[in-house]
């Protein structure tokens, strides 16, 4: 059994701590918000599918289920595709539910701490750790320590693996809006913007830039909701993407990173709901068999049916490996 620290209460981070403990480690989870899966800033859409290999989700966690998607050009021209199963998930009910599961295996969830500072990373990994409700720091011992903490991840930084990184500014606004339930997606060259249905009044419409997002969300919301768009809307969410980057380390001796702490997300879209689960699944078998077969596991390409091919692959040769040197010194 190993003692293993998580940074961060995401998807990433409640699902790894879900397979580590349910394998029989020490996992603890510090978070930095007081509240698992707040705030919150994502438009949720996912391919059910693709969860359910892994996680079959309780109905209330899914807010909307849609089978079409309207892909318009900048010149007006568009295109409709069917959806097989795509879903619009409660972001916030989804993280609760990946953690209740962590929680139910053993796994210890920490709110309101935040990760500081790597003290030491030899044998054991020494984190630091502030709880913020008292101010008041302490040091965390383990063998393991997984950065699930999201785009801009500390642990990313102080293992020195942050890299070089470039991000998307997402903006989104929830907005009273009558519509067909048809997801739109707006592909441009200042980015990419959408408009998802929550039900069939509610929209999460927003964009996502690398340059001037403010003012591409403004020029968007009033093409798309009219010039009163501002007085339909009913909430504000706003973070940065990271661009997957396959140069990027995620691993430096025994500190790991999953999700977009990462940078592990889907290039057409830049969901890394799923891309997370995935990662997180990599982690748990690359701990479970070796340090040292993480990196090989780690190398997510875009398209997710290949994702999951190269991973099964990747899984197979390592285990493979693994096997003859342990029969080399056995014998
Ligand atoms: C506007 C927008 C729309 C999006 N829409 C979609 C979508 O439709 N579909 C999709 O699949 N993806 C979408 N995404 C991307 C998706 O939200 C992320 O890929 C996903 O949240 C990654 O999960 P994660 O667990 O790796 O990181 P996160 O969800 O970012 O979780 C990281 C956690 O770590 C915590 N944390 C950070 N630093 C520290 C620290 N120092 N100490 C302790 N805790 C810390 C944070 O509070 C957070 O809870 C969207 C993103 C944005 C910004």
Request: aromatic share 6%.
């Amino acid at each position: 059994m190993s003692k293993v620290t998580i940074i961060g209460a995401g998807p990433a981070g409640n699902y790894t701590a879900y397979l580590l403990a349910k394998s029989g480690n020490d996992v603890s989870v510090y978070e930095e918000h007081s509240t698992i899966g707040e705030p919150w800033a994502c438009t949720g859409v996912i391919t059910e599918d693709v969860m359910a290999r892994n996680v079959k989700l309780p109905e209330d966690v899914i807010v909307n289920r849609i089978r079409k998607a309207r892909i318009t050009a900048p010149d007006g021209n568009s295109v409709e595709v069917s959806l097989k199963n795509n879903i619009v998930v409660d972001r916030a009910k989804l993280d609760q539910h990946l953690a209740e599961m962590a929680k139910k295996e053993g796994a210890k969830y920490y709110v309101s701490h935040r990760f500081m500072a790597i003290e030491g990373n030899a044998d054991r990994v020494t984190a630091r750790i502030r709880n913020k409700n008292i101010n008041k720091e302490t040091s965390e011992e383990s063998d393991w320590l997984i950065g699930c903490d999201g785009p801009r991840s500390e642990t990313a930084k102080q293992a020195g693996i942050f890299g070089d990184r470039k991000f998307y500014v997402g903006l989104q606004a929830t907005a009273k809006i009558e519509n067909d339930n048809i997801i739109d997606f707006y592909p441009s060259e200042k980015g990419i913007a959408w408009k998802v249905p929550e039900n069939s009044k509610t929209v999460r419409a927003g964009i996502a830039a690398e340059q001037n997002a403010r003012s591409y969300f403004n020029e968007f919301m009033t093409t798309t909701l009219g010039k009163d768009y501002e007085q339909k809307i009913i909430g504000h969410q706003a973070g940065p993407i990271p661009l997957y980057n396959p140069k990027l380390k995620t691993q430096k001796g025994i500190v790991l990173l999953v999700g977009d702490a990462a940078t592990m997300v889907k290039a057409p879209t830049l969901g890394g709901i799923n891309q997370s689960i995935i990662a997180a699944t990599a982690a748990a078998e690359a701990k479970t068999l070796e340090r040292e077969a993480w990196q090989g596991l780690m190398a997510i390409p875009y398209d997710e049916k290949n994702n999951e091919q190269i991973h099964r692959q990747r899984l197979q040769q390592t285990r493979q490996h693994i096997r003859q040197r342990k029969k080399q010194e056995n014998t």
